[in-house]
C-alpha cells in the first residue's frame, strides 16, 4: 500500500531525535530581524504582477482558559472586550495588504487560527470576514477550502450554522484526549457529548471536512486510557486525523510549568500509545499521509499524495502550495515567494504598529538557491516519502551526488538500516523509515548544526 507503515523498535530507538517538523525550509528559527515591511510589501507587488492565487491565514489569539500543554502564541482572558481594539488593527492590516494585491488574486484557501477563533462574538466574526470580502477575492461558490479551529467548549449548532453562512467548509476540532484525569491534568476538561455534538453539526450542515486532532505523552495517560479514546474518535469519523507527540518544554512554555514532571507517560508507554494508535487507525481505514496526519481515503490529502501534488506548509500539509501565504494577525507568518516574513508576536507591538498605518513586520528570510532546492528535497520527501535525483538535477542544474557528497555516508548507513532505499536513481522511503522521515529530511537541512535541538519535538 502506498501508505503502509512497518513498526520497527530498532529503528526507531536508533532514529528517534528532536528536530524541526519542516512546515518550512529554512525554518522559522533562522528568521532575522533584517527583514521589513519594505521586503513584505516589494514581495506582495511581485505577486500582484504573477496574479498568483493566494492562501489567508487569520490568526485570533484570544481563549478563554489556559491549556497547560500549549505551545501557541495565546492571550488569556475572560474580558470579551479585549478583542475588538485586536479586530480593529487586524482590519487594517487587511487594508494595507490588499492595496498591494490585485483583486484578480483569488483566496483559494483561507484558515482562521488561534488561539480560539470561536471566541469570537457572532457579530464580530460576521464583521470580520465581511470585511475580508471586502478586501480580498474570497470564492462563494464554496469551491475554497475555507477552515476554521474549533474549541467545542466554545461553539454550538448555532455558531457551527453562522460559520457554514460565512463560506467555512472545514472545522478543526481539538480534542488532545477524552479521559478526564488526563483533560484536569492540563486544565482542558471537554466532554465525548461536546465533542460529538459538533461533528454531527458540521455534518448535518454539510461542511466538506472535519479534522480532529489528539496528543499522546500527556500527563497521567496510559496506553489503555488512549486507546479508549482513539477508539471513541475513529467512532465519530473524522475525515482527517492529527496525532501529536506532546513535546514538554517547560523552559520555553510557561503553561508547561504548571505539568508535574513525574505524571507523564514514561518512553515505553508514549511508544506504545502510538503504536496501538497506528494499528487502530489502519485498521479502520485511515491512510498514514505522514508527519502525525492520517486521513480517509477519499480525503484530498490522501488523493494528492496518490498523484503526487501533495505540498507542505505553515499550514500543515496542503493541496494549495502553489498559493501565496499571507499571514493576517499577531505572530503570523507569511511565504510569498521565496520571501518568508512573521508579524510581532507581542500583542502590543503589533496593535501600536498598525495603529500608526505600518505593518507589524518584524523578522524574517531571503532563500537562496541552496535553500530553494533543499527545500524542494524535504518536500519531495516529507510528502511523497520518494525522491527522483533526475528532477532535483534538472531543475537546479546541480549532480546531486556531488553537491551532497558530505551526507552521502549518513544516507548509505540509513539505507543499510532499512531506513530508506537509496539507488543512482534516488531515494524511497521505506514502510520502516515512513514515521522516521524528519530524521531523514535533517540530513538536508544546511541549518541544523548551528542550531540547539532542544527547542525542537522528538520524531516519535
Known amino acids: 500500500m502506498l501508505n503502509a507503515i512497518q513498526w520497527d523498535s530498532t529503528l526507531i530507538r536508533r532514529y528517534d531525535q528532536a528536530g524541526p517538523r519542516y512546515t518550512s525550509y529554512p525554518t522559522?528559527?533562522?528568521?532575522?530581524?533584517?527583514?521589513?515591511?519594505?521586503?513584505?510589501?516589494?514581495?506582495?507587488?511581485?505577486?500582484?504582477?504573477?496574479?498568483?492565487?493566494?492562501?489567508?491565514?487569520?490568526?485570533?489569539?484570544?481563549?478563554?482558559?489556559?491549556?497547560?500543554?500549549?505551545?501557541?502564541?495565546?492571550?488569556?482572558?475572560?474580558?470579551?472586550?479585549?478583542?475588538?481594539?485586536?479586530?480593529?488593527?487586524?482590519?487594517?492590516?487587511?487594508?494595507?495588504?490588499?492595496?498591494?494585491?490585485?483583486?484578480?488574486?483569488?483566496?483559494e484557501q483561507l484558515h482562521f487560527g488561534g488561539g480560539t477563533p470561536t471566541f469570537l462574538s457572532h457579530d464580530e466574526l460576521r464583521h470580520l470576514m465581511g470585511h475580508l470580502r471586502q478586501h480580498f477575492n474570497l470564492l462563494d461558490d464554496d469551491s475554497g477550502d475555507y477552515s476554521i479551529e474549533i474549541d467545542p467548549r466554545e461553539a454550538d449548532w448555532s455558531t457551527m450554522g453562522l460559520l457554514r453562512e460565512l463560506g467555512f467548509n472545514r472545522v478543526s476540532l481539538g480534542v488532545q484526549d477524552l479521559d478526564p484525569s488526563v483533560q484536569r491534568a492540563v486544565n482542558r476538561l471537554q466532554t465525548l457529548e461536546e465533542t460529538r455534538a459538533i461533528v454531527e453539526a458540521a455534518r448535518t450542515l454539510q461542511f466538506r471536512s472535519i479534522n480532529i486532532d489528539l496528543i499522546y505523552g500527556l500527563p497521567l495517560q496510559t496506553p489503555?486510557?488512549?486507546?479508549?479514546?482513539?477508539?471513541?474518535?475513529?467512532?465519530?469519523?473524522?475525515?482527517?486525523?492529527?496525532?501529536?507527540?506532546?513535546?514538554?518544554?517547560?523552559?520555553?512554555?510557561?503553561?508547561?510549568?504548571?505539568?508535574?514532571?513525574s505524571d507523564l507517560p514514561n518512553p515505553g508507554d508514549k511508544l506504545a500509545m502510538l503504536q496501538a494508535s497506528i494499528e487502530q487507525l489502519s485498521a479502520a481505514g485511515y491512510r498514514y499521509i505522514?508527519?502525525?496526519?492520517?486521513?480517509?481515503?477519499?480525503?484530498?490529502?490522501?488523493?494528492?499524495?496518490?498523484?503526487?501534488?501533495?505540498?507542505?506548509?505553515?499550514?500543515?500539509?496542503?493541496?494549495?502550495?502553489?498559493?501565496?501565504?499571507?499571514?493576517?494577525?499577531?505572530?503570523?507568518?507569511?511565504?510569498?515567494?521565496?520571501?518568508?516574513?512573521?508579524?510581532?508576536?507581542?500583542?502590543?507591538?503589533?496593535?501600536?504598529?498598525?495603529a500608526?498605518?505600518?505593518?507589524?513586520?518584524?523578522?524574517?528570510?531571503?532563500?537562496?538557491?541552496?535553500?530553494?532546492?533543499?527545500?524542494?528535497?524535504?518536500?519531495?520527501?516529507?510528502?511523497?516519502?520518494?525522491?527522483?535525483?533526475?528532477?532535483?538535477?534538472?531543475?537546479?542544474?546541480?549532480?546531486?551526488?556531488?553537491?551532497?557528497?558530505?551526507?552521502?555516508?549518513?544516507?548509505?548507513q540509513m539505507a543499510s538500516d532499512g531506513l530508506i532505499e537509496l539507488t543512482a536513481q534516488g531515494i524511497d522511503v521505506?514502510?520502516?523509515?515512513?514515521?522516521?522521515?524528519?530524521?531523514?529530511?535533517?540530513?538536508?537541512?544546511?541549518?541544523?548544526?548551528?542550531?540547539?535541538?532542544?527547542?525542537?519535538?522528538?520524531v516519535i
Open 356 to 412: 500608526h498605518s505600518e505593518l507589524a513586520t518584524l523578522r524574517g528570510l531571503h532563500c537562496d538557491a541552496d535553500d530553494r532546492l533543499r527545500r524542494a528535497v524535504i518536500q519531495q520527501l516529507i510528502c511523497h516519502f520518494q525522491l527522483r535525483f533526475a528532477d532535483i538535477e534538472q531543475t537546479y542544474a546541480i549532480d546531486f551526488r556531488s553537491y551532497f557528497a558530505d551526507i552521502w555516508p549518513q544516507l548509505q
Open 28 to 107: 522559522a528559527v533562522q528568521f532575522h530581524e533584517r527583514v521589513s515591511q519594505f521586503d513584505l510589501l516589494h514581495a506582495l507587488r511581485d505577486s500582484r504582477k504573477a496574479l498568483k492565487p493566494l492562501s489567508l491565514y487569520v490568526h485570533i489569539p484570544f481563549c478563554a482558559h489556559i491549556c497547560y500543554y500549549c505551545a501557541c502564541n495565546k492571550v488569556i482572558t475572560k474580558d470579551r472586550g479585549r478583542t475588538q481594539p485586536y479586530l480593529e488593527k487586524l482590519e487594517r492590516e487587511v487594508e494595507i495588504i490588499s492595496r498591494h494585491l490585485d483583486p484578480q488574486q483569488k483566496v
Open 430 to 458: 521505506k514502510p520502516a523509515g515512513r514515521l522516521l522521515v524528519r530524521s531523514l529530511c535533517m540530513l538536508f537541512d544546511r541549518y541544523l548544526s548551528e542550531l540547539n535541538q532542544q527547542r525542537f519535538s522528538r
Open 224 to 261: 489503555e486510557r488512549f486507546a479508549r479514546t482513539v477508539a471513541e474518535v475513529i467512532a465519530l469519523q473524522p475525515d482527517r486525523l492529527s496525532l501529536f507527540n506532546y513535546a514538554h518544554l517547560p523552559e520555553r512554555f510557561m503553561p508547561q510549568r504548571r505539568i508535574n514532571t
Open 290 to 354: 505522514g508527519m502525525d496526519h492520517f486521513a480517509l481515503p477519499d480525503d484530498e490529502l490522501a488523493s494528492a499524495q496518490e498523484d503526487g501534488s501533495l505540498q507542505r506548509n505553515f499550514q500543515g500539509y496542503t493541496t494549495h502550495g502553489h498559493c501565496d501565504l499571507i499571514g493576517l494577525g499577531v505572530s503570523s507568518i507569511s511565504q510569498i515567494g521565496d520571501l518568508y516574513c512573521q508579524n510581532n508576536s507581542d500583542l502590543s507591538k503589533y496593535q501600536d504598529s498598525l
